[in-house]
C-alpha cells in the first residue's frame, strides 16, 4: 500500500525558511517521480515543484525558482521540499505527489504541473507566512 504523509509545515514570518518532507512508503526508488504541489484559499492546486523516477532531474515553476529546492533521500524514503525567502504568497496548503513513471519530470513540460498526472497525494500541511 502506497502512502505518502507530508510534515513540516507551520507559520513562519517572511523571509524565513520551512523544510517540509514527505514520507513515502511502498514507494520503488527508481520507478516513481515526486511532486510537490500547494493550494492557496480560493484557488487551484498548482504544481511547483518535481524531481523525476531516478533522481537525477528536479524542476520548479517560476514562482519558487532559485528559492525551493526539492531533493530525497532514499535510505529514509523521503523527499523534502527546502523552502527559503518565503513569501506572504506562498501561503498555502503543500502536498506531495508520486505516480510510477520514467517520464514524468525528465524534461519542463506542462504535463509536470497537472495534478491528474499523479495518482498518489498525501494529505497536505499548511504553510502560512506572515509577520
Known amino acids: 500500500q502506497l502512502q505518502l504523509v507530508e510534515s513540516g509545515g507551520g507559520l513562519v514570518q517572511p523571509g524565513g525558511s520551512l523544510r517540509l518532507s514527505c514520507a513515502a512508503s511502498g514507494v520503488t526508488w527508481g520507478y516513481y517521480a515526486m511532486g510537490w504541489f500547494r493550494q492557496a484559499p480560493g484557488k487551484e492546486r498548482e504544481g511547483i515543484s518535481c524531481i523525476n523516477s531516478s533522481g537525477g532531474t528536479t524542476h520548479y515553476v517560476d514562482s519558487v525558482k532559485g528559492r525551493f529546492t526539492i531533493s530525497r533521500d532514499t535510505a529514509l524514503n523521503t523527499v523534502y521540499l527546502q523552502m527559503n525567502s518565503l513569501k506572504p504568497e506562498d501561503t498555502a496548503v503543500y502536498y506531495c505527489?508520486?505516480?510510477?513513471?520514467?517520464?514524468?519530470?525528465?524534461?519542463?513540460?506542462?504535463?509536470?504541473?497537472?495534478?491528474?498526472?499523479?495518482?498518489?497525494w498525501g494529505s497536505g500541511t499548511q504553510v502560512t507566512v506572515s509577520s
Open positions: 505527489a508520486t505516480i510510477r513513471s520514467f517520464k514524468l519530470c525528465n524534461l519542463p513540460e506542462p504535463e509536470n504541473w497537472r495534478p491528474a498526472e499523479y495518482d498518489y
